[in-house]
């Protein structure tokens, strides 16, 4: 079981703060799963909006978390993509469950369905606590 820490992230992932949402790689199997953590915290900017008196982390941040999650599985699965842009391409039957609010620590889960070309496709979800909150189906394209 690999596990890669935030230090490693900033090798995969261009993105950076306020816009990057996984905070640590638990367990990768390059080509098959990937679980990473976003530890969701009250000071995060958009709480300020999203909303005021009722912090809830938006859904569609949600998604952007698992599908960072995901760059990475497939970065790590293939050494020839580390230099490469990898984008949100699509996105298939996504379902919110159960709202996430500061303090909750989110697992992302992501399985790779099939890669041609590419194309990655993955089936993902979120769970807090053991319980899944979110989930879809997320297609990345290399550019």
């Not at 080509?31 to 809830?56: A, L």
């Not at 899944?132 to 394209?141: G, K």
């Amino acid at each position: 079981m690999e596990k890669i820490e935030i230090e490693e992230i900033f090798k995969f992932l261009p993105h950076r703060y306020p816009f990057l949402f996984v905070d640590k790689i638990i367990e990768v199997k390059p080509g098959e799963m990937i679980k990473g953590i976003k530890n969701v915290t009250f000071n995060e900017p958009f709480f300020q909006g999203h909303f005021p008196d009722n912090p809830i982390f938006p859904g569609v941040l949600i998604l952007e978390a698992m599908a960072q999650t995901g760059i990475i599985l497939a970065k790590y699965s293939d050494p020839l993509l580390k230099e490469k842009l990898i984008v949100f391409a699509g996105i298939e039957d996504a379902r919110f469950r159960k709202k996430i609010i500061p303090g909750d620590q989110v697992i992302m889960d992501l399985k790779l369905l099939k890669k041609k070309g590419h194309i990655w496709k993955m089936e993902g979800k979120a769970y807090v606590d053991g319980n899944v909150v979110a989930e879809a189906v997320f297609i990345a394209a290399v550019t």
